[in-house]
């Protein structure tokens, strides 16, 4: 009875301590001596306590179990019970004995916690640095504000030059100060993540708050170090681009003659200094959805170029995943999917669960490769001037929408009748064997999973110094493996199932004749008109539904979420 009791016990999965609390008190005769004396006596205290805590869904235990090996675990197939019947095979019953499967398991929860964007990084940001934080910072309010210089308005804000009213000794205008509309929130909240996860991506953020005095009614204030007074943009736009650049990260102007080599290494530096600044946003969860030069700034403090404007930015940790509906992302630099999410996906659900789903969603969607788009065609605009002003950067993307945003395709319609300058850009991207166009058309492409994403980008070969010539062994096998993870693999695949249609013998295997047939009757038959008519509106209305049901559950999570990020930001009565 007891064996029987003992298979069913391990066919549930549980361990012996579960077998040892469900054992009777008087053993039956038909168990051997050993498993008599010793195990199936009273039940022990452990076992007692072991069944309470299974029982009452005691978390530790069941974690602690599960991957130890201990107690309440595994199945006996995976881990050890010892003999049946010589109980003392088994292991001292507060020793610790790690299974391989244990391992296994352990090593994958531990990697799925740190994978993008990171659950387990999260948790402690969101519990522990963002609470310690907010302990240990100064805060500001409306009065220690001295407004100067207006430095940009956008749709939802104004953005002024600062100085600190206390600290008359304080450098004048040594702070940004943003007094934006509701949107204000989201954008506090992207900017304290950015802040302690990666500070030296972006423009470095002082405090957020909602100051509800003003006339106008509530305004959320933001507040930033002063990075510099020039743009990517202003950078660009001047005659001198590159080279009055390279004076401003190193410091003075190097004796060197101008060339396409020289404007290289600068473009270079730049694309660097951005993509790191990406990868370190991306790597925290967070996805720009607004790269563009204008909200490119170079700090002065650190001679690197800094992102600014996370008002449109998404946090993919916990579900931030924001738009307002008015927001229009920049036409010039999106990318062509317009959503990073897909459509398809339902909508966040509460921050904790969404935060344990993340790692999954992101690699659905890689939502990062939006922002790595419009980086490419900040590369682009680099590399070809004639590229730089708004309208021929919007007739650029109808050329390239026209070649189904296949760049190689546009650069065989344009390179026969290019002018000087294009021609120029094309050399230049040429050089090193090409290396500078492999990086660009790989950022710019339609499908966003055949983008490669900012690591990678980093590691291209087109960042080494010495260029693709003299590349030593290690950074060309390094550019096989890139050039490996670009291939398409949808492509691949259809040509493997159409080699295996194609070969298919008895001998060689692959799909014979015989076999495509059988394929082909399996596939439904084509339904009358009426029958295909009523199909079509079903699903059309199923379609419908669905739509309906998520724009709901988004206006529900959307007001949700507003109300637990306000309860984070400080009030300016
Ligand atoms: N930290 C900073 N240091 C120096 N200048 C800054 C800083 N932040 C913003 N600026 C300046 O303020 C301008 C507007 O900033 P920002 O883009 O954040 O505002 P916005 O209201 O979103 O504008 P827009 O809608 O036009 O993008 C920038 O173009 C830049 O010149």
Same mark, same amino acid.
């Given at each position: ?296 700034? &170079?700090?002065?403090?650190? /001679? !690197?170029?800094?992102?600014?404007? $996370? ?5 993919? =940790?916990? *579900? ?125 492409? &339609?499908?966003?999973?055949? /983008? !490669?994403?900012?690591?990678?980008? $980093? ?5 080494? =110094?010495? *260029? ?106």
């Amino acid at each position: 009875m007891a064996t029987i009791a003992t298979r069913v016990v391990e066919g549930l999965g549980l361990g012996h301590a579960k077998l040892h609390a469900f054992s009777p008190k008087h053993p039956s005769p038909f168990l051997g001596k050993k498993l008599r004396s010793q195990s199936l006596s009273l039940p022990s205290k452990k076992a007692v306590s072991n069944l309470v805590c299974a029982a009452g869904g005691g978390f530790f235990n069941l974690v602690h179990d599960v991957f130890l090996g201990v107690g309440v675990g595994l199945p006996c197939t995976v881990m050890e019970c010892g003999d049946i019947i010589y109980r003392s095979t088994l292991p001292r019953s507060n020793g610790l004995t790690l299974t391989a499967p244990g391992a296994i398991l352990a090593l994958g929860a531990l990697s799925y916690l740190w994978a993008t964007p990171g659950v387990a990084p999260g948790f402690f940001d969101m519990f522990v640095l963002a609470f310690v934080e907010r302990l240990f910072r100064p805060s500001f309010k409306k009065e220690d504000f001295v407004l100067g210089k207006k430095l940009g308005e956008g749709a939802f804000g104004v953005v002024y030059r600062v100085s600190l009213a206390k600290k008359p000794g304080a450098k004048e205008g040594d702070l940004v100060l943003k007094k934006a509309t509701e949107y204000g929130a989201v954008e506090i909240w992207m900017n304290e993540r950015a802040r302690r996860a990666c500070a030296n991506s972006c423009a470095y953020f002082v405090y957020g708050f909602l100051e509800s005095s003003s006339k106008k009614g509530s305004e959320y204030w933001l507040l930033w170090r002063y990075e510099g007074e020039s743009t990517l943009t202003d950078l660009m736009l001047s005659k001198e681009f590159p080279y009055n650049v390279e004076s401003m990260i190193l410091g003075e102007v190097p004796d060197l003659p101008k060339g396409l080599e020289r404007e290289n290494k600068i473009i270079q530096t730049i694309m660097r200094q951005l993509l790191f600044a990406l990868d370190s946003l991306h790597s925290t969860g967070i996805v720009h959805r607004d790269i563009k030069p204008q909200n490119i700034i &170079f700090s002065e403090g650190s /001679r !690197t170029f800094k992102i600014i404007d $996370l008002g449109a930015a998404a946090d993919l =940790r916990v *579900g931030i995943n924001y738009i307002p509906k008015e927001f229009l992302l920049d036409p010039r630099y999106a990318a062509p999917e317009q959503y990073i999410m897909s459509t398809q996906t339902p909508s966040a659900p509460s921050a904790p669960v969404a935060t344990a789903l993340s790692p999954v969603l992101w690699q659905m969607n890689l939502p990062d490769r939006f922002d790595i788009y419009s980086a490419g065609l900040i590369f682009l605009q680099m590399a070809f001037p004639s590229l730089r002003t708004d309208s021929s950067l919007i007739q650029f993307n109808r050329q390239l929408k026209r070649c189904e945003y296949d760049l190689v395709a546009w650069r065989k319609t344009v390179e026969p009748r290019a002018s000087p300058d294009l021609r120029r850009g094309f050399e230049l991207l040429d050089l090193d064997g090409g290396i500078g166009w492999e990086l660009l058309t790989s950022m710019v492409r &339609f499908k966003a999973r055949r /983008r !490669t994403s900012a690591k990678a980008a $980093l590691a291209h070969p087109y960042f080494d =110094r010495e *260029g693709l010539s003299v590349l030593s062994l290690t950074q060309k096998l390094r550019l096989q493996l890139f050039r490996t993870t670009q291939q398409d693999y949808g492509e691949a695949a259809k040509w493997i199932i159409r080699l295996m249609a194609k070969s298919g013998t008895k001998q060689d295997g692959g799909f014979t004749e015989a076999q495509l047939q059988e394929l082909r009757e399996i596939q439904p038959k084509k339904k009358g008109n009426s029958q295909r008519n009523a199909l079509a509106s079903v699903l059309r209305l199923q379609r419908k539904i669905v739509r309906t049901l998520n724009e709901s559950m988004d206006d529900l999570n959307r007001r949700r979420k507003s109300l637990w990020w306000s309860r984070w930001i400080p009030r300016e009565e």
